[in-house]
């Protein structure tokens, strides 16, 4: 297949599955404000567009279109820095403190004072 046409392909298939989710997501949105919203509030049903419309005012304001994630690979990026700061001492400090606070323990590490207590 030539590279020009796979990414033609590609690119239809982006913009048909981008159409669908708009589709989908202005349909939830109508049919969730629609059910909710008069009864609720007594406010007036919406159409699809408008619903798209809301969707986007929704985005913009609370979430943006930064993609899913953002939030977690920035602090996972954080958490990393301040291993990379910490003496061998405060690894080893809070490494402890997990394992004795969250009970996460590593295979070979000595357990059985944990597992007496969970019995």
Do not use: Y
Request: net charge positive; proline share 3%.
């Amino acid at each position: 297949m030539n590279m020009h046409h796979w990414w033609w392909k590609k690119a239809a298939g982006v913009i048909a599955l981008l159409i669908a989710a708009c589709g989908v997501f202005g349909w939830l949105v109508a049919t969730l404000w629609n059910w909710l919203m008069p009864p609720l509030f007594g406010l007036g049903a919406i159409t699809f567009w408008q619903a798209l419309g809301l969707f986007v005012l929704g985005r913009v304001l609370f979430g943006g279109f930064r993609g899913f994630g953002g939030h977690h690979r920035r602090h996972r990026h954080h958490m990393r820095e301040r291993w990379r700061h910490m003496t061998p001492q405060e690894r080893e400090s809070f490494s402890r403190g997990l394992r004795d606070n969250c009970g996460w323990h590593r295979r070979g590490d000595d357990t059985s004072e944990f597992r007496a207590t969970q019995n």
